[in-house]
């Protein structure tokens, strides 16, 4: 036993961990206390710098400590040589923390300031330790900030940065950061004036052949592949044109292409008369009228108005007093003509614009040609099959459609675990392909109020706007449960069937104003009470429930009549 190393046994170590930690404790709660009395008595004197530098050294995390070093420097009364050392210092502290932790929010920004503070930096040290944390992790996104920062203050030209991303990236494909990087600078560099893509057509296509090569070297990672995504699927548009417009005589909907932003004085709707003796007449028909947006939001593509005044009376074009009239709307310096429905009594508009863009290029049919090889060779690959159905979409939607959807159905079975994120896929490009035959088929001179989107298995409503201007929308067969707010948009929506939609509550059904019929037939719906507040907040006419585990054929309907008698319920 003489003359060997006691071990101390686990109970023995934990104990005397217990007295350190009790003792850091203390120390830190006396450093804090002495901290914040400093500082209530506004005395920034070395000993608190001192004492919250070991602060910060232990836990560079701690953002208050941080915030009340800053304060140091702008309370005191240093000379401009002082100033600047105690700067030169502050940065060495961050050093030390940033060795600690390098993931630090507090560190990396109390950097900045410092930066932002001194007269003369030394950008070369600092983009050279910027570079060293790159190396270290290539993925640490503060280092990348910092070093957006530096280059921004030091004037480093945009061309340069270029190199150093591509640098990064040739050294190591999976370095993300970098690819995210790099699309910064070339949107800057090389924008496409056209907007349609996300730079210029000659350098997109060098980077698509540059991404093309990452991704063909290690098809598995990642990166590549986000960064293709961002060059093959951007969508940029700015544009608040009319997409759709319907007038009646008593509401106006207004559906725009993009989010737009609308005020009772920035939109006119107008009708123009020219009388028998060829006389003109133009009367605004809007003014002093309220707009309003479906989800109540200041940027929204669905504006509503309603008033009593918006037809007037055609008894005098009936009496021959009037021989034409015409409506258009005026929005900023735009105006769109409106037609006159044959049917009902309404004007509508409709832009030739389709609510799906068309894309034909060929570097598009290029990239699907390649890619098809990698399937080839990578049949379970998920990134190159997800790749090929972004580009046959943006290609041609419609040639491709039953095979997107075939390959979303692969991607189920191949990614299970990300089944519900490709099954909403999947109902975004069925409504897309089902709005974009919708209008091509429809008369030019009519505008249907009658949609259906029933058994489409959709697990998500996208594009909802688009469906403001329909009366009678059918969405049973679908499995709509977690879309249930999504309806809100169906502002104008008078019969509404959501029959067999696995809907287990009504708890973010949204008020529809117009909603007159309701099918919830063939759900799973439990709770009576959800129906009744629900029918509270709706003048709704007919109502059918059935099939679902709340009926019963005597005692539900029964109870539901009892408050509303007037409403009709569907019985078997």
Not at 157 to 168: N, Q
Not at 320 to 333: A, D, P, Q, R
Not at 334 to 346: G, P
Not at 394 to 405: A, P, T
Request: aromatic share 10%; glycine share 2%.
């Amino acid at each position: 036993m003489h003359g060997r190393i006691k071990v101390r046994t686990t109970a023995e170590q934990e104990a005397i961990k217990k007295v350190e930690r009790a003792k850091k404790v203390i120390q830190y709660k006396a450093a804090i206390n002495l901290v914040f009395q400093k500082r209530k008595d506004k005395i920034y004197d070395d000993e608190m710098l001192m004492v919250t530098a070991e602060m910060v050294l232990q836990n560079p995390d701690i953002n208050t400590i941080w915030n009340i070093r800053r304060e140091a420097f702008e309370k005191n009364n240093w000379t401009s040589e002082e100033y600047e050392e105690r700067l030169n210092k502050e940065l060495r502290l961050t050093e030390n923390c940033l060795r600690e932790n390098p993931k630090s929010y507090g560190v990396w920004h109390h950097r900045c300031w410092i930066i932002d503070h001194l007269s003369k930096p030394d950008w070369k040290t600092e983009l050279s330790l910027c570079a060293k944390f790159l190396n270290f992790d290539e993925r640490n996104f503060h280092g990348w900030d910092y070093r957006q920062h530096l280059v921004k203050k030091a004037g480093i030209s945009d061309e340069e940065e270029f190199e150093f991303s591509t640098a990064k990236i040739v050294k190591n494909f999976s370095n993300y950061s970098s690819w995210h990087y790099r699309s910064k600078i070339l949107s800057k560099m090389f924008p496409d004036k056209s907007g349609k893509l996300p730079i210029n057509p000659e350098k997109h296509k060098e980077e698509l052949d540059l991404v093309m090569n990452a991704t063909f070297t290690d098809p598995t990672d990642s990166s590549a592949w986000f960064y293709q995504r961002w060059l093959l699927d951007y969508n940029k548009s700015s544009s608040n044109a009319l997409w759709l417009a319907k007038v009646t005589k008593n509401k106006i909907i207004i559906i725009f292409h993009d989010n737009t932003k609308i005020k009772a004085d920035s939109i006119t709707l107008v009708r123009k008369c020219v009388k028998q003796d060829g006389s003109i007449v133009e009367n605004d028909m809007n003014s002093n009228v309220n707009w309003y947006s479906y989800n109540n939001k200041d940027l929204s593509r669905v504006w509503i108005a309603q008033s009593t005044t918006f037809l007037d009376d055609e008894s005098d074009v009936e009496n021959n007093e009037i021989s034409s009239e015409t409506m258009y709307i005026k929005f900023g310096n735009e105006i769109y003509d409106l037609h006159k429905s044959k049917e009902s009594n309404s004007w509508y508009y409709k832009s030739i614009n389709l609510p799906v863009e068309k894309h034909n290029d060929d570097q598009l049919k290029e990239q699907m040609d390649n890619y098809k090889q990698l399937v080839e060779m990578e049949p379970n690959n998920k990134w190159a099959i997800l790749t090929g159905i972004f580009l046959m979409k943006n290609y041609d939607s419609v040639k491709y459609h039953e095979k997107i959807l075939q390959d979303l159905s692969a991607l189920i079975k191949i990614d299970s675990l990300r089944a519900n994120y490709y099954a909403d896929i999947r109902s975004k490009y069925i409504i897309d392909n089902k709005l974009l035959t919708f209008w091509q088929e429809e008369n030019n001179f009519e505008m249907n109020s009658v949609i259906d989107l029933s058994n489409l298995e959709l697990t998500n409503l996208y594009n909802e706007h688009f469906f403001s201007i329909f009366e009678q929308i059918n969405l049973s067969g679908n499995q709509l449960n977690r879309s249930l707010h999504r309806l809100v948009a169906l502002q104008n929506c008078k019969k509404l069937l959501l029959s067999n939609n696995k809907l287990k509550n009504l708890k973010n059904f949204p008020i529809l104003p117009n909603l007159e019929y309701l099918s919830l037939r063939y759900n799973e719906l439990t709770n009576i009470e959800e129906i009744l507040n629900l029918l509270k907040h709706h003048n709704i006419i007919t109502l059918d429930l059935r099939d679902n585990p709340l009926w019963n054929t005597t005692l539900v309907p029964q109870q539901i009549l009892n408050i509303y008698p007037n409403l009709e319920i569907q019985m078997d």
